[in-house]
T-cell receptor
Framework: AQTVTQSQPEMSVQEAETVTLSCTYD???????LFWYKQPPSRQMILVIR??????QNATENRFSVNFQKAAKSFSLKISDSQLGDAAMYFC???????????FGTGTSLTVIP | KAGVTQTPRYLIKTRGQQVTLSCSPI?????VSWYQQTPGQGLQFLFE?????QRNKGNFPGRFSGRQFSNSRSEMNVSTLELGDSALYLC???WGQGGSGANVLTFGAGSRLTVL
C-alpha cells in the first residue's frame, strides 16, 4: 500500500510571510495524483490544490503552490503571504490513477502569528 | 449545489452500544468513502462504496460496517462500541471514476462520536 509521510506535526509562520509544508510518499506507480487538503479548526476539510504526476509543471492556486519532485517522491506546499485564515491542519494525500482510494498523511498543524 | 451532509454531527454513546452514522453525498456523486480521524493518527480509511458495492476496505475490525443505498446515500455502523472508537468520522463523496484528476474527495463536516 502507498504511504504518505508528513514529518512536520506543527509549523508556524508570521502573517504575510511564506511557509512550506513537506510531504513525501512511497509508491511503485508511475501515474497518480497528489492533493493538499486544509481542515480549519472545527470546520470542514477542503481541497487546496491538486497535482497530476504526469505533469511536470507545478500546480498553483493563488497564494498556494506546490513543489513536485517526482523522482524524490516529494510534494511540498508553499503558502505565500500567509493570512490568519490559513491557520489549519493541512493533509497531504495520494490517489492512484487506477483506483479511488486516497491515502492521507498524519497532517501538519499550521499556526499563523499576527 | 448542496454539499456532503453528515448526520448526526455529535453523539455520545456508552461502551457496548452501537451507532449508525449517515452520509448524503453531493448530487451526482456515486462514490462515498468513510474515514476515522483521531489526534495523531490522521485519517484512517474505513471503506468506500460505489454503486451500492463496497470497493475497498481499510484495516478495521468487523464491528465497523457500512452500506450504500440506490440513491448513493451511505450509512456506517459500529457495533459493540469501545472507548477507542471515539473519533471524528468523516464521509467524503466523489464522482468515483478513477483515472481522472477531476475525481477529488469532497468532505462532510463529520460526525463526532464520544464513547463513555
Amino acid at each position: 500500500a502507498q504511504t504518505v509521510t508528513q514529518s512536520q506535526p506543527e509549523m508556524s509562520v508570521q502573517e504575510a510571510e511564506t511557509v512550506t509544508l513537506s510531504c513525501t510518499y512511497d509508491t511503485s506507480e508511475s501515474d497518480y495524483y497528489l492533493f493538499w487538503y486544509k481542515q480549519p479548526p472545527s470546520r470542514q476539510m477542503i481541497l487546496v490544490i491538486r497535482q497530476e504526476a504526469y505533469k511536470q509543471q507545478n500546480a498553483t492556486e493563488n497564494r498556494f503552490s506546490v513543489n513536485f519532485q517526482k523522482a524524490a517522491k516529494s510534494f511540498s506546499l508553499k503558502i505565500s503571504d500567509s493570512q490568519l485564515g490559513d491557520a489549519a491542519m493541512y493533509f497531504c494525500a495520494y490517489r492512484s490513477n487506477t483506483g479511488n482510494q486516497f491515502y492521507f498523511g498524519t497532517g501538519t498543524s499550521l499556526t499563523v502569528i499576527p | 449545489k448542496a454539499g456532503v451532509t453528515q448526520t448526526p454531527r455529535y453523539l455520545i454513546k456508552t461502551r457496548g452500544q452501537q451507532v449508525t452514522l449517515s452520509c448524503s453525498p453531493i448530487s451526482g456523486h456515486r462514490s462515498v468513502s468513510w474515514y476515522q480521524q483521531t489526534p495523531g493518527q490522521g485519517l484512517q480509511f474505513l471503506f468506500e462504496y460505489f454503486s451500492e458495492t463496497q470497493r475497498n476496505k481499510g484495516n478495521f475490525p468487523g464491528r465497523f460496517s457500512g452500506r450504500q443505498f440506490s440513491n448513493s446515500r451511505s450509512e456506517m455502523n459500529v457495533s459493540t462500541l469501545e472507548l477507542g472508537d471515539s473519533a471524528l468520522y468523516l464521509c467524503a463523496s466523489s464522482w468515483g471514476q478513477g483515472g481522472s484528476g477531476a475525481n477529488v474527495l469532497t468532505f462532510g463536516a463529520g460526525s463526532r462520536l464520544t464513547v463513555l
